[in-house]
């Protein structure tokens, strides 16, 4: 067989060659329309071999559904037909049930998410009244509608009076409203094939609810019933829930409303009829294995949380390395609390203790460790460096905890003031400040380097004459 075919033609070449080894033809979203699926079905006539035909996801019609429909009487050993997620009709479906009441072996077939409508689900209502293998048979989808409606559903439930083979019915996103609810479940008191029904995504209220809890008592053979995402409410889920007690094969129930005592006792019951099925010998539908019930969320089972306020109100935060780091942007502040600093972060400086705040938490091990490296440190020999007043010492900013004016310290980033000689000035106080500020510190500052010209101007300038200056104090001292 040639390597450049595309799916489809290997697939034909492979049925007119009749190969034996060719059970299973799946040929699902290969854009296949109504020509490709008369093509497909011309290759398929008379096939013995072929037990699965899965057309899911493509583009075929009524016309290509008529045409596949018409060889089906050739195909006597095909088990399940999937034509899901096509654009087949009421026309399409009407011909395929004409032909499938007649077939000896059929026993899965998938209409979903097909434009069924009221007349689709007639016909098919007419096919499980013949009593056909019909075992399984979808026909809703989980985001897209059948149109079946209520009244479809209502037809489709009034033919479960008289079947006696369906095993499975999957009706999700039909629209099946409480009139349809009702009716199924007077239908399940007379059927006695019936194991899987699934209405989930429907507008089943509390009286189709309690409609499903009074026939609970009747039914012994329903083992699954899926009611997610209707608005049963408390009311209805409280009327299921009290008719379990009378329920010996349901082992699963999906859809309650309720809090986490009534859900244990759920899971009890189901569990006792799932170990009485399984030691009557009996078979657990499919997703039953190891879910036994699956209500859905209500509001008691939400986590409680013990936090005040003030916690819940706190800003987010998230843990790293055994710290709580605020998740806005770090943003440091000055002592003169005049907006955004750009000296850097806060962590990696001593300047932590020297009035810079931050709204950003480094983390107690850093903060713990900033700490002891500023305390262990040895002073300079040469003394820190004087630094101007600040004109804002008493702002609240510039306290520290308790009260206290923090730290003088520094920050290590900055270097010491330069010094700056001054001329001397005529008058009264000409004298003094001559004799304190003599020449030659003209000459010391500004040949000094900048890390030692504050010291040797306190050598050279020593404050003896304290008093001499009035209210200026040590004159030796030259401001920045």
């Not at 497909?40 to 037990?51: E, F, I, R, Y």
């Not at 654009?87 to 007649?102: D, P, S, V, Y």
């Not at 270097?415 to 004799?435: K, M």
Request: charged share 15%; net charge positive; aromatic share 2%.
């Amino acid at each position: 067989m040639p390597s450049f075919l595309s799916p489809l033609e290997s697939i034909l070449h492979r049925l007119r060659a009749h190969d034996p080894t060719l059970s299973h033809v799946c040929l699902a979203d290969k854009v296949i329309g109504d020509n490709e699926a008369i093509q497909l079905a011309h290759a398929l006539q008379g096939s013995t071999v072929v037990t699965g035909l899965d057309l899911s996801f493509n583009r075929i019609g009524d016309d290509g559904v008529t045409a596949l429909a018409r060889v089906l009487d050739s195909l006597p050993a095909l088990v399940t037909l999937d034509l899901q997620y096509n654009r087949i009709t009421h026309r399409g479906i009407e011909a395929l049930c004409h032909a499938l009441a007649t077939h000896p072996a059929l026993a899965d077939l998938n209409l979903a998410c097909n434009d069924i409508g009221i007349k689709g689900a007639a016909a098919l209502a007419t096919l499980l009244h013949v009593n056909t293998p019909l075992a399984h048979l979808r026909l809703g989808a989980m985001k897209r509608s059948t149109r079946l409606g209520d009244g479809g559903a209502r037809l489709l439930a009034a033919a479960l009076f008289a079947n006696s083979s369906l095993h499975t019915l999957s009706l999700v996103h039909t629209c099946v409203g409480n009139k349809a609810a009702t009716l199924f479940a007077t239908a399940l008191l007379h059927n006695k094939s019936l194991r899987v029904l699934q209405l989930d995504h429907n507008r089943i209220g509390a009286a189709g609810a309690r409609a499903f809890a009074w026939s609970f008592a009747g039914n012994t053979t329903l083992h699954a019933l899926h009611l997610d995402v209707n608005p049963i409410g408390v009311n209805g889920s409280a009327d299921l829930r009290n008719s379990l007690f009378n329920n010996k094969t349901l082992v699963l129930l999906t859809g309650l409303v309720q809090e986490r005592p009534e859900r244990a006792l759920v899971h009890t019951v189901l569990q006792r009829n799932r170990e009485s099925l399984l030691a009557s010998g009996g078979v657990l539908p499919p997703g039953c294995e190891s879910s036994h019930s699956r209500p859905s969320p209500s509001p008691g089972d939400r986590p409680r949380s013990d936090t005040t306020a003030a916690a819940a109100a706190a800003p987010c935060r998230e843990k790293f390395a055994g710290s709580l780091v605020s998740c806005t942007p770090p943003r440091t502040f000055t002592s003169r609390g005049r907006g955004p600093s750009r000296r850097g972060s806060l962590s990696g400086s001593p300047a932590a203790s020297s009035g810079i705040h931050t709204r950003r938490i480094v983390g107690a091990a850093a903060a713990s460790a900033a700490a002891v490296n500023v305390a262990t440190e040895p002073p300079s020999p040469k003394g820190p460096p004087s630094t101007p007043p600040s004109r804002h010492r008493d702002m609240p900013n510039s306290r520290g905890p308790g009260g206290s004016p923090p730290s003088a310290s520094p920050p290590a980033s900055r270097r010491p003031p330069r010094l700056r000689a001054r001329r001397p000035i005529s008058g009264p106080l000409g004298a003094g400040r001559s004799a304190l500020a003599p020449a030659s510190a003209s000459y010391t500052a500004l040949t000094t380097p900048p890390s030692t010209s504050h010291a040797l101007s306190s050598a050279s300038t020593p404050c003896a004459s304290r008093g001499g200056g009035g209210a200026s104090g040590c004159k030796g001292e030259t401001r920045d």
